[in-house]
């Protein structure tokens, strides 16, 4: 069974940096395309960033520029880089495995495996 933790969330101020992480345990970590999501209060989850197995990505026009979004197949564990962090970025973030496919997608109904979530807050 897939198991997906989430770390690195916090508060910070606009113009800030945070890293995520997300470890994966119970599963070939290397063979899944992996994604990362968020959701802000009363809105639905949204997609932020995706890598492919051999690291192709994706990112939402929101992020783009601002975010990376990486892997260490070794550590099994994807990490999201945050820079220049603004309030609309508040959110609980989530990283998923695909499960449906094997490339980067922004499709949130393409990923399964959710991990528990960390809250980022982003203070103006």
């Known amino acids: 069974q897939v198991q997906l933790v989430e770390s690195g969330g916090g508060l910070v101020q606009a113009g800030g940096s945070l890293r995520l992480s997300c470890a994966g345990s119970?599963?070939?970590?290397?063979?899944?395309?992996m994604g990362w999501f968020r959701q802000a209060p009363g809105k639905e989850r949204e997609f932020v960033a995706a890598i492919s197995r051999s690291g192709s990505t994706l990112y939402a026009d929101s992020v783009k520029g601002r975010f990376t979004i990486s892997r260490d197949n070794a550590k099994n564990t994807v990490y999201l880089q945050m820079n220049s962090l603004r309030p609309e970025d508040t959110a609980v973030y989530y990283c998923a495995v695909r499960t449906t496919g094997l490339g980067a997608s922004r499709t949130l109904t393409d990923f399964g495996s959710w991990g528990q979530g960390t809250q980022v807050t982003v203070s103006s």
């Open positions: 119970g599963h070939t970590f290397s063979s899944y395309a």
